[in-house]
């Protein structure tokens, strides 16, 4: 929860504090999200990276798989959507209760990728809205982490307008790449 949305009433022997009824919501919901997983292609692999216990989707309450859209409040949309799909992508939505949020999970999802043909949706913002869009073909498991942290971020201030993850520029540190040139005995390195 913000700090604006809290306020700190001095003087009780106990202590209290104030808040709005609808920041006390979006900081559960946030930590409270039933996923949908609507997984199509290739970066489901880094969708089961992201589940796994090295990245622990678990800390941010969003491990929970839903597979009836009635119980689910994040779509996962992990992949390629074809035409075909979209319908059934569009009903999945449909029949999700309110308030519901779309991640969408790599290029392809996000705006078709390299599938630029007749049989793809370019992104399936064609379809349906989304709240945040995770590129990378497919996103490593990090930046999916970021997206759903913006995602809570927004919830938790009630902010619908769809964002964009920055990539991690995530560069190898220069001591790291010395140490591994001397551990390979590389003259550059020796030389100073
Ligand atoms: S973004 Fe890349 S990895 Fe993900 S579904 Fe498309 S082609 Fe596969």
Redesign the pocket.
Known sequence: MSDKSIQVIEGSEVGFATTRVDALLGWARKYSLFQYPFV???????FMALASPRFDMARFGAEAPRFTPRQADLLWV???VSQRQAPVLKMVYDQMADPKYVLA?????SCG???DNYATVPGIDKVIPVDVYVP????RPEGVIDGLLLLQDKIATGDRTPAVVKPRTDPVPKDLVSLRRSAEGDPVSEAG
Request: net charge negative; charged share 5%.
């Open positions: 199509t292609a290739c970066c489901g692999m880094e992990v992949g390629t999970f790599g290029t392809c999802a990728g390299f599938y990378g073909c497919p996103p």
